[in-house]
């Protein structure tokens, strides 16, 4: 379960880091997480559900993960990039060229602004936070009482 929760702070990590740097509706982000990948959000949450399927360590989580993956996560990116695309054409197109969509780039593709611990209220990325410690504290009470 330690694995499992190392990962889980890794995702938690980046998905911190991006509401931290997003302004949404009003610019393209390009900073911070963004500038390494496209949706550092849904990256972050794939990245803890992985930690969370390790933890359980049942093919089960693993399988409902990648599920939700393809049939939730993928056409909610697709129609994310439809509006980016439009709202911001000219930048988004340069952008996506040169970032990937979930995985990283190695190398910054900008610099720019800074974290802001207010953004990071504002957009309610401490839920991600409550969440995850409760699916935590379940899988606890799982690998305890389950066994």
Same mark, same amino acid.
Not at 94 to 105: H, N, S
Not at 110 to 115: D, E, H, M
């Given at each position: 379960?330690?694995?499992?929760?190392?990962?889980?702070?890794?995702?938690? @990590? *980046?998905?911190?880091?991006?509401?931290?740097?997003?302004?949404?509706?009003?610019?393209?982000? *390009?900073?911070?997480?963004?500038?390494?990948?496209?949706?550092?959000?849904?990256?972050?949450?794939? *990245?803890?559900?992985?930690? +969370?399927?390790?933890?359980? !360590?049942? =093919?089960? =989580?693993?399988?409902?993960?990648?599920?939700?993956?393809?049939?939730?996560?993928?056409? =909610?990116?697709?129609?994310?990039?439809?509006?980016?695309?439009?709202?911001?054409?000219?930048?988004?197109?340069?952008?996506?060229?040169?970032?990937?969509?979930?995985?990283? !780039?190695?190398?910054?593709? !900008?610099?720019?602004?800074?974290?802001?611990?207010?953004?990071?209220?504002?957009?309610?990325?401490?839920?991600?936070?409550?969440?995850? @410690?409760?699916?935590?504290?379940?899988?606890?009470?799982?690998?305890? +009482?389950?066994?």
């Amino acid at each position: 379960m330690l694995i499992g929760s190392v990962i889980i702070v890794v995702g938690l @990590a *980046i998905r911190a880091a991006a509401a931290g740097h997003v302004v949404k509706d009003r610019e393209l982000t *390009i900073t911070g997480p963004y500038a390494y990948t496209r949706h550092p959000l849904y990256s972050g949450s794939i *990245i803890m559900a992985t930690g +969370f399927a390790v933890a359980a !360590r049942s =093919v089960w =989580v693993v399988l409902a993960m990648v599920v939700i993956l393809f049939a939730i996560y993928l056409p =909610v990116i697709r129609l994310e990039e439809y509006y980016l695309r439009g709202a911001y054409r000219e930048r988004f197109d340069e952008y996506a060229q040169q970032v990937p969509m979930l995985l990283f !780039r190695l190398t910054s593709f !900008r610099r720019g602004a800074s974290f802001s611990a207010e953004r990071y209220w504002s957009n309610r990325e401490y839920n991600a936070l409550i969440g995850a @410690a409760l699916l935590m504290a379940a899988l606890a009470v799982k690998a305890r +009482f389950w066994h």
